[in-house]
């Protein structure tokens, strides 16, 4: 069965600092990789995604994640921090074949200090 | 714009009532998804549906059964709610069978609290 960890609950980074939350899956094939962000009082939007090529991808809101296969990783990055990126950040896995539905980990949220 | 749409933002029922989440969406999608989102739990999947009158169990479908008669509707129904049901209910969908292709559309959810 595949699963995601995200070791932090939480994370405080100040205004125009880098970020990086972490994600391992586990997962017996190829995977797909996604990171979702919810907004207080909103639904999840996704942000990026990743299933084979290049493992750096790029997603909006000049988000980027990398696979690390080595270490089951997709850890989230951004280089500056912006007030309106405090949020909770889920990291899912889905199957590569048939049917597919997501396992989500359990969320890490973001605050950011001024 | 792909748009879901939950009925209710917040909803306050009694224990042992029947309680109807209802969820549309707009674009034609085979895929709905109930969600189930608790603090520290993330999110779990209750019930999924690929096709009208179709549905599938997801991770804890225990106290929750569906329904899809329309394509574009999607009812999750707690036919005796309970205190331990008091959570935010998230529905989804999605066009593809495969989920790369297809990502998730999330409505903004019902606070549901059950008294």
């Known amino acids: 069965a595949q699963s995601v960890t995200q070791p932090d609950i939480h994370i405080t980074v100040s205004e125009g600092a880098s970020l990086e939350l972490r994600c391992n899956y586990s997962y017996g094939a190829t995977p797909y990789l996604f990171w979702y962000v919810q907004s207080p009082g909103q639904g999840l939007q996704l942000l990026l995604k990743y299933f084979s090529g290049d493992t750096l991808v790029q997603g909006i809101k000049g988000f980027e994640a990398e696979f690390k296969r080595s270490q089951s990783s997709f850890n989230l990055r951004k280089p500056s921090v912006h007030w309106s990126d405090a949020a909770e950040y889920f990291c899912a896995v889905g199957a590569a074949s048939g049917y597919s539905t997501l396992t989500f980990g359990k969320g890490t949220m973001l605050l950011v200090s001024p | 714009d792909v748009k879901v749409t939950q009925s209710s933002r917040y909803l306050v029922k009694r224990t042992g009532e029947k309680v109807f989440l209802e969820c549309v969406q707009d674009?034609?999608?085979?895929?709905m998804f109930w969600y189930r989102q608790d603090p520290g739990l993330g999110l779990r999947l209750i019930y999924f549906s690929y096709d009208v009158k179709m549905k599938e169990k997801g991770d804890i479908p225990e106290g929750y059964s569906v329904s899809r008669e329309k394509k574009e509707r999607f009812s999750l129904i707690l036919e005796s709610a309970s205190t331990n049901q008091t959570s935010m209910y998230l529905c989804a969908s999605s066009f593809f069978q495969s989920s790369y292709n297809s990502p998730l559309h999330f409505g903004n959810g019902t606070r549901l609290t059950v008294t």
């Open positions: 674009m034609d999608h085979e895929n």
